[in-house]
């Protein structure tokens, strides 16, 4: 099968994001101007560069009522973000926060998860998490769109800052299988890290 991605795909949904898989969440973490917390998971989300480290991710589209996610408006706004991981034993509590709650409600309240101070940036870090990466915005770059209407944007940060569990190191390295991190498929499909092998290059 072949088909051109400016065409109606042949099948449905479009079965793009199943094949560039699997996706990281980014489970981001952020404050808006008046401190209220802000958490969500976006499935369009990678590292990108280690020197400096750098993720990104893109919190495309509009909320119902047809205002910016939270997430995006929030880093504009105050310029910083924490991705906190998310794992086997949080897929019930992450997936929660990707409910389409209004503006202001605190989603990591609403999943029952606990917030931790950061270090270096103020959003709070999801205590329950193994592992987070404090993030100050470097750019939002806004790629094309068919409908001018609807954002689609890219929200690229600098890692200042990384907690990883004591119990993940092991021998001098973090054995991030231990802590079963969950990545997106397509549809409504997740997968998790429970195995791992090496290849060394040649």
Known sequence: MFYETRTKAPLSPDPFKSLVVPRPIGWVS???GLGRVNLAPFSFFNAVAEDPPMVVFAPNGLKAEGLLKDSRRNIEETGEFVCNLATWDLRER???TSFGYPAGTDEMQAAGLTPAPSRLVRPPRVAEAPV??????WR???????????PNDLVIGEVVGIHIDDTLIKDGRVDIVAAKPIARLGYSEYTCVDTKFRMRRP
């Open 94 to 96: 992450m997936n929660a």
């Open 30 to 32: 952020s404050i808006d």
């Open 140 to 150: 939002i770059i806004t790629l094309p769109s068919p409908d001018p209407r609807e």
């Open 132 to 137: 987070h990466l404090e993030c100050r915005l």
